[in-house]
């Protein structure tokens, strides 16, 4: 199990940007795929951007060239600059450690933070 903690979210207006971060426990970070996901009021959670060890990176069609994911495995930490933002974008984001490279949400494996809320609204 890896411990994270998201930090990063808040409240800001459409066309706005935000950046999020995931600091993960030291526990083999670097051997993880970590991604961020998000869940809306009444939806299901959808994978938004997930990363490799290797940096292998796959985006969801709805943020793509808006958001940007990354990882600094010195730092145990990735991060996902989301700019452009939309009221759609509006849920909580969690940060997940997983063993495997998943394209899509596949249930509640590996480890998962606890979220942080993002609210894109005027």
């Known amino acids: 199990q890896v411990q994270l903690v998201e930090s990063g979210g808040g409240l800001v207006q459409p066309g706005g940007s935000l950046r999020l971060s995931c600091a993960a426990s030291?526990?083999?970070?670097?051997?993880?795929?970590m991604g961020w996901y998000r869940q809306a009021p009444g939806k299901q959670r959808e994978l938004v951007a997930v990363?490799?060890?290797?940096?292998?990176?796959h985006y969801a069609d709805s943020v793509k060239g808006r958001f940007i994911i990354s990882r600094d495995n010195a730092k145990d930490t990735i991060y996902l600059q989301m700019d452009n933002l939309k009221p759609e974008d509006t849920a909580v984001y969690y940060c997940?450690?997983?063993?495997?490279?998943?394209?899509?949400?596949?249930?509640?494996?590996?480890?998962w933070g606890q979220g942080t809320q993002v609210t894109v609204s005027s």
């Open positions: 990363i490799s060890s290797g940096g292998r990176i």
């Open positions: 997940n450690a997983d063993q495997i490279f998943r394209l899509r949400y596949a249930g509640d494996l590996g480890s």
């Open positions: 030291r526990n083999s970070f670097e051997i993880y795929a």
